[in-house]
Structures are given as structure tokens and as C-alpha cells.
């Protein structure tokens, strides 16, 4: 039989999922940090990469540490023989980069993510460390199991000179997307809050660069960069993210078709958002007055937006507060709408984050129809309502569909309040938790007039036929509900 060198062709079957384990898959078991020990669990676990960080000693030998010191040894000015002195928890020595690359070769299915790290000595010094990471790569046929990553731009660019084809990302977060094509690096790897910049994210994609973030430890975090479809997510907690990742929106086959996370400072984005102005009670005997742009009542500041019912006398009104609407700005038909906020607590008080139709096709309210993702009354403490009005079910007549949930730390912590919208049915979720659902029942508008398009609105108002029906807390003021985002999916 004639043997060809297709014979002895690699087979890799890479882990096809955003987690990339940072320094190994290390908190949860409490290994150390960079050890072969978290490589093996990042293996385990199914994660797509595991990241690790490489040093050069005085007499030149590579090893691999995050900091640049290894347990009161300064890696640059020591040689390996005094690393070999100390030992990790697990009774591991301090790896060298030629051990922790056999390691990570005896599996075929995560990535080994290789951090040059900029040495504290000089750039010439810096520069010999990446040629000395790819020629031991190299030497180890290694290449087809590493990715480079940098916070230093040379380095990154010096592994393409050598690696014309290697996958190279970033790490510093101050080039554009079009620089790193330009140069060839492969993707960003920036930290996650450099992607909130406006469209950011899709620009990069766009170019056909990867987009890594670091390092997200937290779920709001996580599923914020899992709705808007980045490629990998770096995080000291690689099982936390595995089950965000099963559970959140995208996984479930919705795909994000507008947002506002509230990044920016000052107003909210005229872009983005309308406001509803006046003072004549609402339909609803409501007492407050809503301004227009306004930051005393609504503003954005550190991730939240700010929506704030003041006691301020405002033409014939004696509170003042906001009322945002997406309206001509995003209009949709059918989708998933989820916003987490924290609730302004006070008797009297009534926020709102709810749905209207925008062409009232079906003519005025509540024929066309109106559709309740939370509301909350403070009277009522703990409780938040979903509820929607037709001609047939509304509360003038008492036979609006309604349902009343109970939940935990309303006023200091956020939740997620959520619907999803079909043509059949609409369900209202709180923090995932699905507590009612409204069907179509196919015998007309007068019951379903869903099947037009909506827009958003979130407000705060004070007192009214519901919101001031045992009295107001004038104590309670100023009073604020805090919007972390706004977040509309479309299958």
C-alpha cells in the first residue's frame, strides 16, 4: 500500500462555543491559575480555548505566568533554576511554555490561546520573547493548536511577519477595526466595555474580524455580548458562562434586531427614543407632568437610564417625570422585548414598561390594542402585573387578561421583565419564569389586534385611577426607576 503524507493529515474536531478560559478553567476547583492543572479542566469542561500567559527569564527559558512575579520571584530577572524553588498549590512547578504546549497536544478539541506578555525591560526583549514563542511553537508542531493574543501591537504584528496565516487579536482596545485589518491581525480582544460603543461590534464583523471580549465574569455581561453575537467571550468563570449561554435568548433562536444599553451620559439617544409630553392625567387621572428632555427627569448615567418623578409644580401639575417611547424610531411586529430594571418604591408611584401600536389600525384605544410587560403600583409592594387590553378584555369593563407575580428585592435589584410576541399567543416572563401566557383565540381584532406594529414605552407616573388608589407617599420623591437596557429580538 502506497502511504501519502494525506495519511497523517491532522483530524481536530475544535469545540464549536464562545468560552474561552481565562489562565485555564481555574476558580471553580481552585487550581492554580496558568497551571497544566486548569488547562485540563478547560479540556474537560468542552471550552473552546484556554489562555495563557508567557514570560522569558534572564537566561531565556519560557515560562508560563499571568503576573511578573512568580510568588515574590521576578520572572524577567531570575533565572528558571530559581522558579524551580518555589511550587504552586497543587505541588505543580511553574510551567514552561514547551510543557504547557505537549500538554494542551494530547487533545484536539480547545484552542491554546497564547499571551505574549510586554516585557518590563525593553521592547528588543519583548521582541525575542514572540520570536522564541513561535519557534517553539514551530519546533513542537504546535501551530495548528495556537492562537496569539497581545497587548502589544508590534509583537502582534511581528507573528504575521513569521505566521502569514496564524490567527492573531489584540488586546489593548485602542485600534479601530479598520487598523487591525489593515495590519492583518486576525480579530479584536478587547475588554467588553469597549464594544458598547456604537455598533462597534458589527463594524468588526462586517470586516471580517473575530470579536474576543475580556474578561466577563458576570451575567448581565455575559448575555449582553451572547445577544449582540460575538464570537468569544474570555472569563475566569467558563461554567457560568456554559449555562448563560444555554439558557439566554440567542440559544433560543431569537437574534437581536435593536438595543439601548444605555452606555452613554446625558440624555437618553435621540436616535433611539421620543417623548410623550403633557399633562392631562393620561386616561388615567394621572398626576404627574411629562417633560421633554429633560435631565431632572430622565438621564443616563453609569449604564442606567434614569427615569425620575419629581414633586415640582409644572403648569397646573404638582409632580413632574418622563415618558420615553420608541415610536418611528423602532416599530416591530412580533418578537421578544426584554428590559431589566430596578422599581422605585412609594405609595402612589406607578412604572410602566408597556407596548402601543403605532398606525392604530384597528382605530383608538383599546381597540387596536395594548400590551402591559410590567407594571408595578406601590401600594402593592413586591408585585408586578402583566396584563394585555382589546376591545373585548380591557379594565374599563373589567375584563382585561391580568396576572400578578410576586418577586423578591423589586427596589434593590434588577430583574429582567419579558414578552414574547407571536402570531398565536403573547407570554410574559419575569427573570425567565413565565407566569402568563394570552392566546389568539382566530375570532378577530376585537380579541387579537397583535398583528400590527408596536413600539415600546417606559414611564413613571403618579397617582391615577390605579397607581393613586390608596393615597400617595410624599416622601417618596425624588423617585427613580433605574433601565439597565432595552433589548428587542426578532426570530
Given at each position: 500500500?502506497?502511504?501519502?503524507?494525506?495519511?497523517?493529515?491532522?483530524?481536530?474536531?475544535?469545540?464549536?462555543?464562545?468560552?474561552?478560559?481565562?489562565?485555564?478553567?481555574?476558580?471553580?476547583?481552585?487550581?492554580?491559575?496558568?497551571?497544566?492543572?486548569?488547562?485540563?479542566?478547560?479540556?474537560?469542561?468542552?471550552?473552546?480555548?484556554?489562555?495563557?500567559?508567557?514570560?522569558?527569564?534572564?537566561?531565556?527559558?519560557?515560562?508560563?505566568?499571568?503576573?511578573?512575579?512568580?510568588?515574590?520571584?521576578?520572572?524577567?530577572?531570575?533565572?528558571?533554576?530559581?522558579?524551580?524553588?518555589?511550587?504552586?498549590?497543587?505541588?505543580?512547578?511553574?510551567?514552561?511554555?514547551?510543557?504547557?504546549?505537549?500538554?494542551?497536544?494530547?487533545?484536539?478539541?480547545?484552542?491554546?490561546?497564547?499571551?505574549?506578555?510586554?516585557?518590563?525591560?525593553?521592547?528588543?526583549?519583548?521582541?525575542?520573547?514572540?520570536?522564541?514563542?513561535?519557534?517553539?511553537?514551530?519546533?513542537?508542531?504546535?501551530?495548528?493548536?495556537?492562537?496569539?493574543?497581545?497587548?502589544?501591537?508590534?509583537?502582534?504584528?511581528?507573528?504575521?511577519?513569521?505566521?502569514?496565516?496564524?490567527?492573531?487579536?489584540?488586546?489593548?482596545?485602542?485600534?479601530?477595526?479598520?487598523?487591525?485589518?489593515?495590519?492583518?491581525?486576525?480579530?479584536?480582544?478587547?475588554?467588553?466595555?469597549?464594544?458598547?460603543?456604537?455598533?462597534?461590534?458589527?463594524?468588526?464583523?462586517?470586516?471580517?474580524?473575530?470579536v474576543n471580549a475580556w474578561t466577563v465574569n458576570t451575567v448581565p455581561e455575559m448575555q449582553w455580548l451572547l445577544a449582540h453575537k460575538v464570537e468569544y467571550i474570555t472569563t475566569n468563570e467558563p461554567e457560568l458562562l456554559f449555562e448563560e449561554i444555554k439558557k439566554g435568548p440567542?440559544?433560543?433562536?431569537?437574534?437581536?434586531?435593536?438595543?439601548?444599553?444605555?452606555?452613554?451620559?446625558?440624555?437618553?439617544?435621540?436616535?433611539?427614543?421620543?417623548?410623550?409630553?403633557?399633562?392631562?392625567?393620561?386616561?388615567?387621572?394621572?398626576?404627574?407632568?411629562?417633560?421633554?428632555?429633560?435631565?431632572?427627569?430622565?438621564?443616563?448615567?453609569?449604564?442606567?437610564?434614569?427615569?425620575?418623578?419629581?414633586?415640582?409644580?409644572?403648569?397646573?401639575?404638582?409632580?413632574?417625570?418622563?415618558?420615553?417611547?420608541?415610536?418611528?424610531?423602532?416599530?416591530?411586529?412580533?418578537?421578544?422585548?426584554?428590559?431589566?430594571?430596578?422599581?422605585?418604591?412609594?405609595?402612589?408611584?406607578?412604572?410602566?414598561?408597556?407596548?402601543?401600536?403605532?398606525?392604530?389600525?384597528?382605530?383608538?384605544?383599546?381597540?387596536?390594542?395594548?400590551?402591559?410587560?410590567?407594571?408595578?403600583?406601590?401600594?402593592?409592594?413586591?408585585?408586578?402585573?402583566?396584563?394585555?387590553?382589546?376591545?373585548?378584555?380591557?379594565?374599563?369593563?373589567?375584563?382585561?387578561?391580568?396576572?400578578?407575580?410576586?418577586?423578591?428585592?423589586?427596589?434593590?435589584?434588577?430583574?429582567?421583565?419579558?414578552?414574547?410576541?407571536?402570531?398565536?399567543?403573547?407570554?410574559?416572563?419575569?427573570?425567565?419564569?413565565?407566569?402568563?401566557?394570552?392566546?389568539?383565540?382566530?375570532?378577530?381584532?376585537?380579541?387579537?389586534?397583535?398583528?400590527?406594529?408596536?413600539?415600546?414605552?417606559?414611564?413613571?407616573?403618579?397617582?391615577?385611577?390605579?397607581?393613586?388608589?390608596?393615597?400617595?407617599?410624599?416622601?417618596?420623591?425624588?423617585?427613580?426607576?433605574?433601565?439597565?437596557?432595552?433589548?428587542?429580538?426578532?426570530?
Amino acid at each position: 500500500m502506497m502511504v501519502t503524507s494525506a495519511s497523517f493529515a491532522q483530524k481536530f474536531n475544535w469545540n464549536k462555543n464562545q468560552v474561552i478560559a481565562h489562565r485555564g478553567a481555574w476558580k471553580k476547583n481552585n487550581f492554580p491559575q496558568n497551571s497544566i492543572a486548569s488547562l485540563n479542566e478547560a479540556v474537560r469542561i468542552g471550552c473552546y480555548g484556554s489562555e495563557f500567559d508567557v514570560w522569558m527569564t534572564a537566561d531565556h527559558v519560557l515560562v508560563v505566568n499571568h503576573d511578573p512575579e512568580f510568588q515574590g520571584l521576578t520572572i524577567e530577572k531570575v533565572n528558571y533554576a530559581d522558579l524551580l524553588t518555589k511550587t504552586m498549590s497543587n505541588g505543580e512547578k511553574i510551567p514552561t511554555l514547551e510543557s504547557y504546549l505537549l500538554a494542551g497536544k494530547k487533545q484536539k478539541t480547545t484552542k491554546l490561546i497564547l499571551e505574549i506578555k510586554p516585557s518590563k525591560i525593553s521592547k528588543e526583549r519583548g521582541i525575542e520573547l514572540t520570536n522564541k514563542c513561535i519557534e517553539m511553537v514551530q519546533k513542537l508542531k504546535a501551530i495548528d493548536w495556537v492562537e496569539y493574543i497581545s497587548f502589544d501591537y508590534d509583537y502582534c504584528k511581528r507573528i504575521l511577519e513569521v505566521l502569514p496565516k496564524a490567527k492573531v487579536a489584540y488586546l489593548n482596545g485602542d485600534k479601530t477595526a479598520e487598523q487591525l485589518k489593515e495590519d492583518k491581525l486576525t480579530g479584536a480582544d478587547y475588554y467588553f466595555s469597549v464594544y458598547q460603543k456604537d455598533s462597534w461590534i458589527e463594524n468588526a464583523q462586517k470586516l471580517g474580524l473575530t470579536v474576543n471580549a475580556w474578561t466577563v465574569n458576570t451575567v448581565p455581561e455575559m448575555q449582553w455580548l451572547l445577544a449582540h453575537k460575538v464570537e468569544y467571550i474570555t472569563t475566569n468563570e467558563p461554567e457560568l458562562l456554559f449555562e448563560e449561554i444555554k439558557k439566554g435568548p440567542v440559544a433560543s433562536g431569537w437574534k437581536l434586531k435593536w438595543a439601548d444599553e444605555f452606555n452613554d451620559n446625558g440624555l437618553p439617544l435621540t436616535k433611539n427614543w421620543n417623548y410623550d409630553v403633557g399633562g392631562d392625567g393620561w386616561g388615567n387621572n394621572e398626576l404627574q407632568y411629562y417633560t421633554s428632555a429633560d435631565t431632572t427627569n430622565t438621564n443616563v448615567k453609569k449604564g442606567n437610564l434614569n427615569i425620575i418623578a419629581n414633586k415640582t409644580d409644572k403648569e397646573k401639575n404638582h409632580y413632574t417625570s418622563a415618558r420615553l417611547v420608541s415610536k418611528n424610531k423602532f416599530d416591530f411586529k412580533y418578537g421578544r422585548v426584554e428590559v431589566r430594571a430596578i422599581l422605585p418604591k412609594g405609595k402612589g408611584l406607578w412604572p410602566a414598561i408597556w407596548m402601543l401600536p403605532t398606525d392604530w389600525k384597528y382605530g383608538g384605544w383599546p381597540k387596536s390594542g395594548e400590551i402591559d410587560i410590567m407594571e408595578h403600583v406601590g401600594f402593592d409592594p413586591d408585585t408586578v402585573y402583566g396584563s394585555v387590553h382589546t376591545e373585548k378584555f380591557n379594565h374599563v369593563i373589567h375584563t382585561q387578561v391580568t396576572k400578578g407575580i410576586k418577586i423578591e428585592n423589586l427596589y434593590t435589584a434588577y430583574h429582567v421583565y419579558a414578552v414574547e410576541w407571536f402570531k398565536d399567543k403573547i407570554d410574559f416572563y419575569v427573570d425567565d419564569q413565565k407566569y402568563l401566557t394570552f392566546k389568539n383565540s382566530g375570532k378577530g381584532a376585537g380579541e387579537w389586534p397583535f398583528d400590527q406594529n408596536f413600539h415600546v414605552i417606559l414611564n413613571l407616573a403618579v397617582g391615577g385611577n390605579w397607581g393613586g388608589k390608596k393615597g400617595i407617599d410624599e416622601s417618596a420623591y425624588p423617585a427613580t426607576m433605574k433601565v439597565d437596557y432595552v433589548r428587542v429580538f426578532q426570530r
